[in-house]
């Protein structure tokens, strides 16, 4: 028998076209729920369609770039009118920017990393939220890095600032919506078989690397309503 810990539950996903975000997603959809599957890449939403239908599963395609001046809060306006809730958000977009000396890197570089690593979640917390509350057992969980506060590299200050901003962001959210229904929490997925890897390690053979479906279930373990921890930064590969 499959198990289903997300049967009938509806899960919101980031930069779901490829990578880790497309396998979290259809490892949701194969958990049981529906899935709102949003990026940039409308070819790459369309493929993810294709697979949790062959799974079985259903999702809703939503093509969203996450510098769109309203785009988020309109998908939340869009989710208010048809589900009424949303019961998990992974919020797993995110750009790696350039690898350089931090005095080299320019304006229009911070702009982007900065919108989509930092600013895209803080706008998705204060869209969904509210409906998250409405869920019985809300849960967010967000794709952060090992780069980030907790270990910093040379070259890396415009993507590692960025991920080091979502932790603080995420824990202090965590904190605030403490003793409610609703948790939030951060996984750091380690070096993973991406295409974001590919470009932060050129020359790293991506067969040593671990399979975004290898690393998926632990997002849908921290989306699950048995889930109780909260405002935790869990390494999936240990």
Same mark, same amino acid.
């Given at each position: 028998?499959? =198990? @289903?810990?997300?049967?009938? &539950?509806? +899960?919101?996903? #980031?930069?779901?076209?490829?990578?880790? /975000?497309? !396998? *979290?997603?259809?490892?949701?959809?194969?958990? /049981?729920? =529906?899935?709102?599957?949003?990026? &940039? #890449?409308?070819?790459?939403?369309?493929?993810?369609?294709? $697979? *949790?239908?062959?799974? /079985?599963?259903?999702? #809703?395609?939503?093509?969203?770039?996450?510098?769109?001046?309203?785009? *988020?809060?309109?998908?939340?306006?869009?989710?208010?009118?048809?589900?009424?809730?949303?019961?998990?958000?992974?919020?797993?977009?995110?750009?790696?920017?350039?690898?350089?000396? $931090?005095?080299?890197? #320019?304006?229009?570089?911070?702009?982007?990393?900065?919108?989509?690593?930092? *600013?895209?979640?803080? &706008?998705?917390?204060? %869209?969904?939220?509210?409906?998250?509350?409405?869920?019985?057992?809300?849960?967010?969980?967000?794709?952060?890095?090992?780069?980030?506060?907790?270990?910093?590299?040379?070259?890396?200050?415009?993507?590692?600032?960025?991920?080091?901003?979502?932790?603080?962001?995420?824990? !202090?959210? +965590?904190?605030?919506?403490?003793?409610?229904?609703?948790? %939030?929490?951060?996984?750091?997925? /380690?070096?993973?078989? @991406?295409?974001?890897?590919?470009? $932060?390690?050129?020359?790293?053979?991506?067969?040593?690397?671990? =399979?975004?479906?290898?690393? +998926?279930p632990v997002f849908v373990s921290l989306c699950s309503p048995e889930e109780t921890r909260n405002g935790e930064i869990v390494d999936a590969q240990g």
């Amino acid at each position: 028998m499959t =198990h @289903t810990p997300m049967k009938g &539950r509806i +899960a919101l996903v #980031t930069g779901a076209s490829r990578g880790l /975000g497309y !396998s *979290i997603a259809l490892k949701l959809a194969e958990a /049981g729920a =529906h899935v709102i599957a949003t990026a &940039r #890449t409308q070819a790459g939403l369309e493929e993810l369609d294709d $697979a *949790i239908s062959k799974a /079985g599963g259903s999702c #809703t395609l939503v093509p969203l770039d996450a510098q769109a001046p309203d785009g *988020i809060e309109k998908l939340a306006k869009a989710v208010q009118q048809r589900w009424g809730k949303l019961d998990a958000m992974v919020v797993n977009a995110g750009v790696l920017g350039e690898l350089m000396p $931090a005095a080299q890197l #320019t304006s229009k570089v911070w702009n982007e990393v900065l919108a989509v690593n930092l *600013i895209a979640p803080a &706008r998705l917390i204060r %869209a969904f939220e509210p409906l998250l509350k409405q869920s019985d057992a809300g849960r967010a969980v967000f794709t952060t890095s090992g780069v980030g506060s907790r270990r910093a590299k040379a070259y890396w200050s415009a993507y590692a600032s960025s991920k080091a901003g979502l932790d603080i962001l995420v824990q !202090s959210w +965590a904190r605030e919506i403490d003793g409610g229904t609703l948790r %939030a929490n951060l996984v750091n997925p /380690g070096t993973v078989r @991406t295409r974001m890897r590919a470009k $932060a390690a050129p020359g790293e053979d991506p067969m040593s690397l671990p =399979h975004p479906d290898e690393i +998926a279930p632990v997002f849908v373990s921290l989306c699950s309503p048995e889930e109780t921890r909260n405002g935790e930064i869990v390494d999936a590969q240990g």
